[in-house]
């Protein structure tokens, strides 16, 4: 089975959260399955205070986004992971602009997000709106600013998602998949 993991990220956190979904997924599915990640990258400047207010300020009034063209072919594979930061309580402009563009070609999707406190259901709803698909599966990560906590203490959460993720593609338990 062939799996796609897309993500944006403004700061490193979604980007940290895809890759760790990456590795669970390898682990899991072993050779039963081909594992691709590829960055959204939003064509225009987030960083700084001004990118700061920009990207809230585009989130608010759902603003498409200036996305560079995927390199992966979304048609592909079996199963799309889209991830996105929340912003203003939705999903980041580049992820939404993604999922109208590409999210009707996907055969099955399952999303990811990651917020300092909430938001996650109106960003996965904005998502599964603009996919024109419902999820097979959805994490939400709660990442605290400031706090020191890795990444490492999400592996049972991200172990859960891709045994979950892998049931909505290998429904008969094919591959490693517990
Ligand atoms: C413009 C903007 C708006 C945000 N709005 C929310 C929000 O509504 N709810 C929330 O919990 N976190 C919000 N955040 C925090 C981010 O979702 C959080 O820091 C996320 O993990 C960052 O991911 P990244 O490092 O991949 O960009 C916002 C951040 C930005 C930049």
């Given at each position: 089975?062939?799996?796609?993991i897309v993500f944006y990220s403004?700061t490193g956190v979604t980007k940290s959260a895809a890759s760790l979904l990456s590795s669970e997924l ?11 990640t590829?960055e ?41 992971v889209v991830g996105t930061p929340v ?23 399952g999303f990811l997000c990651t917020m ?22 959805c994490l939400p990560l709660v990442v ?5 906590e890795s990444m490492e203490a999400f592996r049972?959460k991200m172990?859960?998602f891709a ?16």
């Open positions: 089975m062939k799996i796609l403004r390898k682990t899991l599915a072993g050779d039963s399955a081909f594992v691709e590829e959204i990258v939003d064509l225009k400047d987030r960083s700084g205070i001004l990118g700061w207010i920009g990207a809230g300020r585009d989130a608010l009034s759902k603003t498409d986004a200036q996305i560079r063209p995927l390199k992966a072919k979304v048609e592909d594979f079996d199963l799309v912003w203003a309580y939705t999903a980041a402009p580049a992820v939404r602009t993604f999922c109208e563009r590409y999210g009707r070609s996907a055969k099955a999707v300092g406190g909430s938001g996650d259901r109106g960003a996965f709803d904005a998502m599964e709106k603009a996919c024109g698909k419902k999820p097979g599966a605290k600013p400031g706090k020191s049972t172990r859960r045994e979950q993720l892998l049931r909505t593609v290998s429904p008969n338990g094919e591959g490693r998949a517990r």
